[in-house]
């Protein structure tokens, strides 16, 4: 039997492919057309300390090979999250990874104790791509000083594996990898998405009524795949890599780069299969190949 299963920290992944904050919910909908326990886990919608309503619309445009996005964090809360969203999760007995965005240091503190107190929450994954209000509105994932600041306050209040999502809107990511692992992460995942925007040339004006939106899909996948190959050769703790994962080769890529585990986000919307059947795929991989485990995959390169 191949054992695919990843540890980051103290929480076992059963397979190593997750589904990416924002792009599955927390499985609702998706479980009514694929077996979610064949998922490694779910990394559920990104939540806040209060509800919050999200952008105005037109907050999604197709691009090429991609999507541009601006939903702004439209989500229930972290109490209704915990308290609605995790448990319906937890009967698939998969892990449920909380996704949490904060406009102040201490906003994510306050979701991370809350989380530590939660029971059914195995895992934080800290969302660094938001606007910092105490810094003119900069995200915090593009100063290594915060980035560590906000890791190292959210692992300070809780007992449960930390990961830091990475932000790729940065000139160095090896050095936001090490700023998180210093500051005691138990894993970093990248990439979020690239900044963007896209202009209808009729009413010379963007598209998104936020203006910018994110970058996802396939068209980011040689960027996050050279990312994740940064940060990789950066850090000790494992990586999680992510950005326009479709199928097994684009998988096997991020292996070979350095990746632990993977997270599949924008492929959900077009082909809600896309991860159980990558799951199934990448351990038929190993077993062919022989490989008592997909780090072995790693590239010295
Ligand atoms: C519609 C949409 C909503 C997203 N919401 C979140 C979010 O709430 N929190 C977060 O950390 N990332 C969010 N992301 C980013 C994804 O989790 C992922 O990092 C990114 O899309 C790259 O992977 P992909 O190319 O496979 O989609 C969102 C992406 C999309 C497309």
Redesign the pocket.
Known sequence: MVDLSVRIGSLVLPNPVLV????FGCGEEMSELIDLRRLGGIVL??TTLDPREGNPTPRIVETPSG?L?A?G?QNVGIDRTLSEKVPFVKRFGIPAII?I?GRTVDEYVEMARRIDACSDADAIEV?V?CPNINKGGLAFGTDPAVLGDVTARVRAATAKPVIT?LSPNVTDIARMARAAEEAGADAVSL???FVGMVINTRTRLPVLANRTG?L??PA?RPIAVFMTWQAAKAVKIPVIG????QGLDDALQFFIAGASAL?????NFYNPHVSVDLAAQLKHYAKEHGLATLSDLRGDF
Not at 242 to 245: E, L
């Open positions: 990416a904050s924002g792009t919608k990104g999507m996005n939903i964090l996704n965005s969302n791509s999502k990439v979020n998405t994110g996802s899909g980011i992510m950005g326009g994962i997270q599949v986000g924008t492929a």
